[in-house]
């Protein structure tokens, strides 16, 4: 797994749409989103900036002088210069995260456990679009099997959909997972028995992946524990 800046870099190419200068274009997602003003990476290595395109090529350089101003050293609080940094890019919003290296892992076949790759998984797609999408699923935001971002593994209880993770992000290069545990099913370990799995799936098997989490979102902390992930630092979203 590359470290540090180089893992940065990586990310920010893997969730983002970046033009030639490096600049976030939007979200790399079916949705094709906006995107943030700026991500900010920091990491022992250093601090890595990715800005959007609509940001000013006076105000790009400030934001750079700006943070490689003084040093991220603890990446458990907000950097010195995020004020300052927010109030020159018009920014009202920040969003705090931490990001670890998802290496691949052996995972055993598990009961209920289905794969987007396997006929399992082409059988779950056909029945969801032939009988609709059940209601948790639904409030949840998975509105039509479309919302399955393959590759996927999902975990099925009594016939449920119980906790899917799905690639959030990727290119050829990396994926980022994203996990959804269901109300009724959670606190039981799910979301880090279909995180796993995702990651040994075949086709992620030359990307580097990663996980994310909110500050604030301590069951996604839990999952990354459980998992024994290796942080690589803790980025910032500004919108």
């Not at 590359?2 to 979200?27: C, N, S, Y």
């Not at 934001?63 to 300052?84: F, M, V, Y």
């Not at 994310?212 to 990354?224: E, F, G, K, M, P």
Request: proline share 6%; with cysteine; glycine share 8%.
């Amino acid at each position: 797994m590359r470290e540090g800046l180089a893992a940065f870099a990586l990310q920010a190419e893997t969730i983002f749409r970046l033009d030639a200068r490096l600049r976030i274009v939007g979200e790399n997602d079916p949705d094709s989103s906006r995107g943030p003003l700026a991500f900010v990476g920091g990491c022992p290595g250093g601090v890595l900036v990715r800005l959007h395109v609509d940001v000013s090529a006076a105000d790009a350089a400030e934001a750079e002088r700006l943070a490689g101003s003084t040093p991220w050293s603890d990446t458990a609080a907000d950097p010195p210069w995020l004020d300052p940094l927010m109030a020159g890019l018009r920014a009202t919003a920040v969003e705090r995260s931490q990001t670890y290296a998802l290496d691949q892992r052996a995972m055993p076949v598990a009961a209920g456990l289905i794969r987007s790759d396997a006929p399992e998984g082409a059988a779950l797609v056909r029945k969801l679009e032939r009988d609709g999408m059940p209601t948790h699923l639904v409030e949840a935001g998975f509105v039509s099997v479309g919302d399955f971002w393959a590759p996927w593994c999902a975990m099925e209880e009594d016939g449920e959909i119980a906790a899917i993770a799905f690639a959030a992000r990727q290119t050829v290069s990396g994926a980022e997972v994203g996990v959804y545990t269901f109300p009724p099913w959670r606190g039981r370990g799910l979301a880090a028995t279909v995180t796993a799995a995702w990651s040994a799936l075949p086709e992620l098997a030359d990307r580097t992946l990663f996980y994310s989490t909110t500050i604030d979102n301590l069951a996604s902390q839990r999952v990354a524990a459980r998992l024994g992930l290796t942080q690589i630092g803790a980025s910032l979203r500004l919108t």
